[in-house]
């Protein structure tokens, strides 16, 4: 029988040791400071400055002080009040996204012919690197009120291939890992336009975990069993972290349309858009929670939130108990359903947050999408 000629490593197989954020931080660190030590001068280095320094405000702020960072951040935020504008203006120049589709050519076609793992590893990463990069750069000007429209939606369009051709990049698992490791676990309340950029990892991250599910793992050589649980425990941390990130972007998308909704005229028909959805998991992950939200939201409109069993039955064993999501509470009816108005939802910013039971335990978030 004859294989595909796309052929994806499991995630787990394709590690060579645990992920580590503190390598991937103290490089991004160094490079910045070479930057700060020859210029910025040229267009490439104003680049490289503003990609770096938004790559770093992802970054968990206990890492960079760990790798004592903290300075060199400093230094680019005086460099960027003196000259950000002309900076970013320099660096808008650089991003080449139609190249950059060009490319991806041949990352496909490396998974089509035999050739060494190595090269499909690192042409995986340095395609993604240079996504991340001119999202990062566009992100960074927009701080600056510099906007390039075309520019904006031909990263859009890449964005949009990745997200179509994800299982491409799961060659870079390990840097994939250890960026999203890094990143801070508040970053869609810290900085939206910041999180957004992160999205990109989720769809991987989905790709890998179909990988793992499609592959017969038999001829694979296994980790060592500590070093397992332990990169599954971070690959599930993280998986839950940019969840997160576009939960909390789904929830600004909601307030942002609510507030622009037009009254329909007699007659008049909304454009369909599918649903948003929302997944978590009991602690012992034998149930499941899902909440379905409307792509066109009403102010008085009720959402809800189904507790399901493995065999997508409904959970009539939590009839009565209390349910907390969002900071609103609610209680569990005997069809095992909780109901919820959307704009109570929408008032604050913890709709990650799903707690159940006379305990309030909490429930982590396994999945979101938009």
């Not at 589709?101 to 690197?129: C, H, I, K, M, Y």
Request: some cysteine.
């Amino acid at each position: 029988m004859n294989e595909s000629p796309y052929v994806f490593p499991s995630l787990t197989a394709t590690c060579h040791g645990i992920p580590d954020p503190l390598v991937e931080v103290d490089d991004w660190l160094s490079r910045l400071q070479d930057v700060l030590h020859t210029g910025p001068e040229t267009a490439d280095e104003a680049f490289d400055l503003l990609a770096l320094w938004a790559k770093l405000r992802r970054v968990r702020p206990e890492l960079i002080e760990q790798l004592d960072g903290l300075d060199a951040l400093s230094q680019v935020d005086v460099l960027l009040a003196e000259q950000g504008t002309h900076l970013a203006g320099q660096a808008l120049t650089v991003p080449h996204p139609q190249g950059w589709l060009e490319e991806t050519q041949a990352l496909q076609q490396a998974f089509e012919e035999v050739g060494p793992a190595e090269d499909r590893s690192e042409l995986a990463e340095r395609l993604l690197n240079d996504l991340d990069d001119a999202q990062l750069v566009l992100y960074a000007a927009r701080r600056r009120e510099i906007q390039d429209l075309d520019l904006e939606s031909d990263l859009d369009d890449c964005a949009q291939w990745l997200a179509e051709h994800a299982e491409l990049f799961l060659p870079a698992a390990v840097q994939i890992q250890a960026v999203g490791m890094a990143m801070r676990t508040d970053l869609a309340d810290f900085d939206y336009g910041l999180a957004v950029t992160a999205l990109k990892y989720l769809d991987i991250l989905r790709a890998a975990e179909l990988a793992e599910e499609e592959l017969a793992l038999t001829h694979v050589p296994q980790l060592a069993p500590a070093d397992a649980r332990r990169l599954a425990a971070r690959f599930h941390e993280q998986r839950q972290q940019i969840a997160a990130i576009r939960l909390s972007v789904i929830v600004v998308e909601l307030r942002d349309r609510m507030r622009r909704l037009p009254v329909a005229r007699a007659g008049e028909t909304v454009p369909f858009a599918p649903p948003y959805w929302c997944q978590w998991v009991s602690p012992a992950g034998d149930l499941t929670a899902r909440l379905t939200l409307p792509s066109q939201p009403a102010a008085d409109e009720p959402v809800m939130l189904e507790f399901l069993s493995p065999a997508q039955e409904r959970a009539t064993s939590l009839a009565d108990q209390m349910v907390t999501l969002h900071g609103v509470r609610a209680t569990i009816d005997s069809s095992g359903k909780a109901t919820f108005l959307l704009s109570q939802l929408l008032e604050t910013d913890q709709l990650a947050v799903l707690r159940v039971g006379p305990e309030q335990v909490e429930w982590p978030l396994l999945e979101a999408s938009s």
